[in-house]
């Protein structure tokens, strides 16, 4: 092992667990905890995608009874999409990233024994599963799961007689994201303080690596965001089952008034997408984080204009509280509103553009080494790129209204919020895994994945881009029988077996993940040869992270084929470098 | 430059920030870390009440379609908030200056000698009238929510007293919390904790205390005068 310098590590918070329960069920060990949020994470986007295989094959076989739920009434259709969306944004996409790997590696990145309140992180994860459980229980209660999509939208979720899963299952449903919020909450408070004061000497803000400034920024989206939502859902349940009327206005169901009068159905959207726009961000800037990482360790560069890197997911992170609206072109908003909320959404694109040149200024001239992780990073910014382009056109009001109810908006955020994120997800997977398990994946098994995944994700969703733009309507549960639509199915039919195979593809990781976890080589502690904390440990790293002890940094964390180095990289603990950027 | 097993003078915290030597964190960084924690746990309540304060502000503004003469009417008949408020809010301040003079006097022992347990110093008095009056406040509350019942002023009588009880009622859960935090710092008494660890609870629930305080001040001028 190479030498580091280290310092007197203040005494861990609590000791070593002992005993099965202490130790991997209410443990308070950030990285149990990290494994048991990635874990959750898991099981949650496959029932996310049993969820949208479902929708994919009603659609182009549309009197095809299903397994379990047999035939498809519209309302069910309703029912599978908002389930899909809810279960994918909240417990995979918030989860994975953040409580996963962001838990594991942010106390080791940053040289911490753990995070600063390990009871609350404890804490976090149940409330979370909870959160799914309950989540998970809507489809066994009276009238099922509700029908009112991810987003909410009153006075259809407003109303318990509004459909079919609108009753107690709806009520399941924002109970569930209540307790998500609340767990959301704790673990963001932990991820800030941790980060601000619990850093290794040396470790200064500027030497963090782009992964913590990530998860940083993501914790205080999030400790922004979910308090709106929690209010959000405290005031729809309060409509619901105490007849006020926050959202709901003077309205009738068959022909019977239901009692409200004088709520504000657009006031629930601007609570919700004043939470859900900084939701996209909460669920990309770790994977932003990530690429970042593993573009620098992989084309043995410097990460190009680590400052800007910075500042740009601080300038994200910022905007993404001022662009909620144009989610709400179509609500009839004044067109000067529409126009301010149009300007601010493309000046995201200035941050988001220099994050892209930068992977690719990293990536230019680089002894690229196309390892699975780098394939999935490499893969992150193309859908990454591919997925933002189509931004600016539904930033425009006049282009939103045509294209807003369409398949063009599932597919932009389909590629930049859903699937980039996750392979953000499989690189840091594949990255770390070495050093969750002490064991490395097949690699052969994760190129097959990657190229499934890549291929696949491409044959989805760019298709989608045309279907939306010839006028084919989302969340419409059988569109067989509409004659417009007819020389679309074709389309229809070649996104579902594409569908069909990249969920195949899926399962490669499944089988790779576990059988490495048993059976995979040995690792090292640095397999990869990168610079940052996790790897000066032991593989997997001890309960306190560092055996006693706490590193002192002297460098940054991107320091690769630095002029007179003895070897291509230098780790933060080694000795001091003159910075060759 | 140590291997594995050097040792240079201990460090910890704070991206380089001295420590001031192995062991747990000094009394002054635990202090410091409870402080910013509850700082940043601050900021989601901060976030509940100014959505709601939003949603109030516009729902006060919305007509409604009166279905008799299909014109759009106002519907927001102000409640007449109980005189008994006032002096819920009287009570709640007073509880913070007894609640602040606690953690002054608990400060002022760990400072001087944080290692000492349990004892005479131990004495729980402020703590317990504040304590005391939380409680009260809280009964307050409960009873200004009978005499709005009272009144006619149900949960969906009206969009304001809607927002009356749910502001009133969120405040008195975060209260609760605070209340909870008071119970913590006596069992960290009778379970002999330090005075240092009891000093760090009694501190961040002090804080937590007074923003409470001002909280209920806020949402009280609120309901009065924004209506």
């Keep these: 092992m190479a030498t580091h310098e280290f310092a007197a590590q203040e005494s861990h918070a609590h000791g070593a667990p002992q005993g099965f329960i202490r130790k991997w069920v209410f443990s308070l060990d950030h990285k149990v905890i990290g494994l048991q949020y990635y874990f959750l994470a898991l099981a949650a986007v496959f029932v996310g995608m049993f969820l949208s295989l479902l929708m994919r094959i009603h659609l182009i076989w549309p009197t095809l009874p299903l397994p379990i739920l047999g035939d498809i009434k519209p309302e069910t259709y309703l029912t599978l999409v908002t389930m899909h969306g809810t279960i994918m944004v909240f417990f995979v996409l918030t989860t994975a990233p953040q409580g996963g790997f962001g838990n594991y590696f942010l106390p080791i990145q940053i040289g911490a024994p753990d995070m600063a309140f390990p009871v609350l992180n404890m804490l976090s994860f149940w409330t979370t599963f909870l959160g799914f459980i309950v989540m998970i229980a809507a489809f066994f209660v009276a009238g099922g799961a509700p029908l009112h999509g991810w987003t909410g939208y009153a006075p259809l979720s407003a109303l318990q007689s509004s459909g079919p899963g609108e009753g107690l299952g709806a009520d399941l449903w924002i109970i569930s994201i209540a307790i998500f919020c609340i767990g959301a909450l704790m673990g963001a408070l932990n991820f800030i303080t941790t980060t601000l004061d619990m850093r290794a000497k040396g470790m200064t803000m500027m030497r963090m690596p782009l992964t913590v400034w990530a998860w940083f920024v993501t914790a205080i989206l999030g400790l922004l965001a979910f308090g709106v939502l929690l209010s959000a859902g405290i005031l729809l349940l309060m409509d619901r089952n105490l007849g006020t009327s926050f959202f709901v206005p003077l309205v009738t169901i068959n022909g019977q008034l239901t009692g409200h009068k004088g709520g504000s159905p657009l006031l629930w959207q601007h609570l919700f997408w004043f939470f859900g726009h900084p939701e996209v961000y909460i669920a990309i800037l770790p994977a932003m984080g990530m690429a970042s990482q593993l573009l620098s360790v992989f084309s043995r560069k410097p990460i190009f204009g680590y400052k800007a890197m910075v500042y740009a997911i601080l300038g994200i992170g910022f905007l993404g509280f001022m662009v909620w609206g144009h989610h709400m072109f179509m609500s009839g908003m004044s067109p000067y509103t529409a126009f301010a909320f149009s300007i601010m959404t493309m000046g995201i694109g200035v941050p988001s553009a220099i994050k892209t040149f930068n992977w690719l200024g990293t990536l230019m001239r680089g002894r690229i080494r196309f390892t699975s992780p780098m394939l999935f990073a490499i893969g992150f910014v193309s859908l990454f790129v591919t997925g933002g382009i189509s931004g600016p056109f539904l930033a425009q009001p006049v282009l939103d209204i045509q294209l807003h109810d369409t398949y063009f908006v599932p597919a932009h955020f389909h590629l930049i919020m859903g699937v980039a994120s996750i392979f953000g997800i499989f690189a840091a997977t594949y990255y770390w895994f070495p050093k969750m398990f002490g064991r490395m994946m097949s690699e052969s098994l994760a190129r097959w994945h990657f190229w499934f995944s890549f291929i696949g994700t491409y044959a989805i969703f760019m298709p989608m881009h045309y279907l939306g733009m010839a006028g084919m309507p989302r969340r419409y549960s059988q569109m067989t029988e509409v004659a417009y639509l007819h020389d679309l199915i074709p389309l229809q039919k070649f996104i579902t077996y594409a569908a069909f195979i990249t969920i195949a593809g899926q399962l490669i990781f499944l089988v790779n993940l576990f059988w490495s976890m048993f059976k995979g080589k040995k690792a090292s502690d640095n397999p990869w040869e990168a610079t940052t904390l996790e790897w000066i440990t032991a593989t997997p790293p001890p309960h306190d992270n560092f055996g006693g002890h706490t590193p002192v940094v002297h460098n940054g964390p991107y320091e690769y084929n630095v002029p007179g180095a003895p070897r291509d990289y230098v780790m933060q603990t080694d000795p001091e470098i003159e910075p060759a950027h | ?227």
């Design chain 2, 1 to 227: 430059m140590l291997d594995d097993d050097g040792v240079l003078p201990p460090v910890r915290g704070g991206g380089g920030d001295d420590g001031s030597g192995p062991g747990l964190p000094d009394y002054a960084a635990r202090l410091r870390r409870a402080r910013l924690g509850l700082l940043v746990a601050l900021t989601p309540v901060i976030m509940l009440f100014v959505s709601f304060s939003s949603a109030y502000v516009v729902r006060q503004g919305l007509p409604t379609l009166d279905p008799r003469t299909n014109a759009l009417v106002r519907d927001w008949i102000p409640v007449t908030l109980p005189k008994l408020l006032l002096i819920n809010t009287g009570v709640l301040i007073l509880s913070s200056v007894f609640m602040e003079l606690a953690r002054r006097q608990i400060r002022s022992k760990a400072t001087s000698d944080p290692g000492v347990f349990a004892g005479d110093q131990m004495r729980v008095s402020w703590l317990s009238m504040t304590l005391v009056l939380g409680l009260v406040f809280l009964f307050g509350q409960w009873t200004a929510w009978r005499q709005l019942a009272a009144n006619g002023f149900y949960v969906a009588t009206t969009p304001s007293s809607s927002f009356v009880y749910l502001l009133t009622g969120t405040h008195a859960v975060h209260l609760m919390g605070g209340v909870l935090a008071l119970f913590v710092a006596g069992i960290a008494s009778l379970l002999r904790r330090s005075v240092a660890t009891r000093s760090i609870v009694v501190d961040v629930t002090a804080w937590y205390w007074h923003f409470m305080a001002g909280l209920w001040i806020y949402i009280l001028c609120l309901l009065e005068f924004a209506s």
